[in-house]
């Protein structure tokens, strides 16, 4: 499909859930982030990232990238007791700060409330969030009228269609038969 799916998202203020505080790294003050930047060390470009809750901003500088995540020094952090007391903090930015999606790619927060159409335009339901649980991205469908929420794979088989400024995608609903070229 080509749709890089850049970051997570939050369901407050459109703002974007761009990484994690794993804990703490070594006895300096660094720490360990567990990113959903495309490029890990993109994380540190944004300039200072907030906390959860809002109140906190975090100026970050990246030591180095390792298999677990980014080791990072927090700006006013300099041993490991202040680094484990950030432990499991959540960083955003607000979605204005992202640059633009380039054609063919799409944030998980645009796609989001759009409603889902199947090929004969006919609404199914609405995007509620996009999820992957290690597989790749999946579409999590809130059927019309239900409780009951469907998760379609993110191709092109099952999602041929994405119309972010019409609102909408167009979907082939699992056990519907995709159409092949």
């Known amino acids: 499909m080509g749709a890089q799916h850049r970051v997570a998202m939050s369901d407050k203020d459109r703002r974007i859930l761009l990484g994690r505080i794993a804990g703490p790294h070594g006895i300096q003050g660094n720490v360990v982030i567990e990113t959903y930047t495309g490029d890990p060390q993109g994380i540190a470009a944004y300039g200072p990232l907030e906390t959860e809750d809002g109140i906190r901003q975090l100026a970050i500088s990246i030591v180095r990238v390792t298999p677990k995540g980014v080791i990072a020094l927090v700006e006013g952090v300099s041993d490991r007791t202040g680094a484990e007391a950030l432990k499991g903090l959540k960083l955003y930015i607000d979605r204005d700060r992202l640059p633009a999606a380039t054609e063919g790619e799409f944030y998980q927060t645009d796609l989001v409330g759009l409603k ?28 019309e009228g239900k409780r009951k929420t469907e998760l379609v794979p993110f191709t092109d088989a099952f999602v041929p269609l994405i119309d972010v400024p019409g609102g909408r995608v ?6 519907d038969k995709p159409e092949t070229d």
């Open 116 to 143: 889902a159409a199947d090929r004969n335009g006919q609404c199914i339901g609405t995007v509620v969030a996009v999820q992957n649980y290690g597989a790749g991205d999946l579409l999590e469908i809130r059927l």
């Open 170 to 175: 167009v979907v082939v609903l699992p056990g």
